[in-house]
T-cell receptor
Framework: EAQVTQNPRYLITVTGKKLTVTCSQNMNHEYMSWYRQDPGLGLRQIYYSMNVEVTDKGDVPEGYKVSRKEKRNFPLILESPSPNQTSLYFC???????????FGEGSRLTVL | DAKTTQPPSMDCAEGRAANLPCNHSTISGNEYVYWYRQIHSQGPQYIIHGLKNNETNEMASLIITEDRKSSTLILPHATLRDTAVYYCIVRVRTQEETSYDKVIFGPGTSLSVIP
């Protein structure tokens, strides 16, 4: 089954404790992206990657890092999380031919 | 800035057609219109997309005006399970011609299907 898998789905952490949210897709898609969703603000793009070793900033990249060492994985790294990064995070990959985005189920992060 | 504008909310009676409008007056000639929906806090789900012709699939129909400045998503027979937030987006080209994507999602339209 074609899917995008994120882990963890839920996480409560404390300020300053580094964490990584993993994202993996099994569709051999070149393009992957991270979004955060906050009430009233819709989905905002954090980072995206056009291919392995190619990443670029989205609209809200501050406080986040990403890496793309292999095509299937696109982890989101919070080096020093802060309470304003409490949010619902989505990873997505895109079918190059149709442009369709496939989203993961989301990771709800709370930073205390 | 989102390149699309949508009404924040709409109601639709169950079994009736739901018509969700989207304005994208600054769309470029090579930009596609995509529609997604998000049920509760699940990941958004692709519905349909189009360039300039009307499109139909098993989920919905997409009507794009001739000038491409607006479009309408039609759910022909809305059910309670269609209650969701619907997003209309256009694919935005970045500065580099070969680097195609910086997708912008606006707030969407919250559709409530009423029994």
């Amino acid at each position: 089954e074609a899917q995008v898998t994120q882990n963890p789905r839920y996480l409560i952490t404390v300020t300053g404790k580094k964490l990584t949210v993993t994202c993996s897709q099994n569709m051999n898609h070149e393009y992957m992206s991270w979004y955060r969703q906050d009430p009233g603000l819709g989905l905002r793009q954090i980072y995206y990657s056009m291919n392995v070793e190619v990443t670029d900033k989205g609209d809200v990249p501050e406080g986040y890092k990403v890496s793309r060492k292999e095509k299937r994985n696109f982890p989101l790294i919070l080096e020093s999380p802060s309470p304003n990064q409490t949010s619902l995070y989505f990873c997505a990959s895109r079918n190059r031919n149709t442009g369709e985005l496939f989203f993961g189920e989301g990771s709800r992060l709370t930073v205390l | 800035d989102a390149k699309t504008t949508q009404p924040p909310s709409m109601d639709c009676a169950e079994g009736r057609a739901a018509n969700l409008p989207c304005n994208h007056s600054t769309i470029s000639g090579n930009e596609y219109v995509y529609w997604y929906r998000q049920i509760h806090s699940q990941g958004p789900q692709y519905i349909i997309h189009g360039l300039k012709n009307n499109e139909t699939n098993e989920m919905a129909s997409l009507i794009i005006t001739e000038d491409r400045k607006s479009s309408t998503l039609i759910l022909p027979h809305a059910t309670l399970r269609d209650t969701a937030v619907y997003y209309c987006i256009v694919r935005v080209r970045t500065q580099e011609e070969t680097s195609y994507d910086k997708v912008i999602f606006g707030p969407g339209t919250s559709l409530s299907v009423i029994p």
